[in-house]
């Protein structure tokens, strides 16, 4: 088992311990978190991306990724900014890193932020890791109408 697989089988039994998301595992090198309450398929995930550390939200679900950018054009927030501001309430002390929104070629809406660093430096950074994760669950679940519920 690699080094990688090893941190994210740590992040993994965290975020199982914090029960703020359904089933976590881990599949390919790839940490996937399924958002507890979304009535579609979504999962925050932290993999490797062309060597570099990501945190993202992915849905194969038209409609949700539609309904989170009608969302927050409603609301007039940036998802830049709501980043920052639960990363900040998180002690998250380094640079926000961007969030970028497109459809990936295995056909997934996908909203990921690089982190700058890869595989190597994870172990050293797996604080920051969670932190992200977590902020990623903070600004998305309200967005899109994932928090389940009767409308």
Same mark, same amino acid.
């Given at each position: 088992?690699? $080094?990688? $697989?090893?941190? /994210?089988?740590?992040?993994?039994?965290?975020?199982?311990?914090?029960?703020?998301?359904? %089933? #976590?595992?881990?599949?390919?090198?790839?940490?996937?978190?399924?958002?507890?309450?979304?009535?579609?398929?979504?999962?925050?995930?932290?993999?490797?991306?062309?060597?570099?550390?990501?945190?993202?939200?992915?849905? =194969?679900?038209?409609?949700?990724?539609?309904?989170? %950018?009608?969302?927050? #054009?409603?609301? !007039? @927030?940036?998802?830049?900014?709501?980043?920052? &501001?639960? /990363?900040? @309430?998180? !002690? +998250? *002390?380094?640079? *926000? =890193?961007t969030? &970028?929104?497109?459809?990936?070629?295995?056909?997934?809406?996908?909203f990921?932020?690089?982190?700058?660093? !890869?595989? @190597?430096?994870?172990?050293?950074?797996? @604080?920051?890791?969670?932190?992200?994760?977590?902020?990623? +669950?903070?600004?998305? $679940? =309200?967005?899109?109408?994932? &928090?389940? !519920?009767d &409308?």
């Open positions: 088992m690699t $080094t990688w $697989t090893n941190i /994210l089988r740590s992040i993994a039994d965290h975020a199982s311990t914090l029960g703020l998301f359904g %089933e #976590v595992s881990i599949h390919n090198d790839r940490l996937d978190c399924r958002a507890k309450d979304a009535d579609v398929p979504a999962y925050f995930r932290i993999d490797l991306q062309k060597g570099v550390v990501c945190v993202s939200l992915v849905t =194969p679900d038209r409609w949700l990724s539609q309904s989170i %950018e009608q969302d927050l #054009v409603h609301t !007039g @927030d940036k998802m830049s900014d709501l980043l920052d &501001e639960e /990363l900040a @309430d998180l !002690g +998250h *002390t380094s640079t *926000t =890193p969030i &970028e929104h497109f459809r990936s070629d295995d056909k997934l809406y996908t990921v932020s690089r982190l700058g660093f !890869g595989a @190597d430096q994870a172990a050293a950074r797996k @604080d920051e890791l969670i932190r992200v994760l977590l902020a990623y +669950h903070a600004v998305f $679940t =309200p967005l899109g109408d994932m &928090e389940g !519920g &409308e």
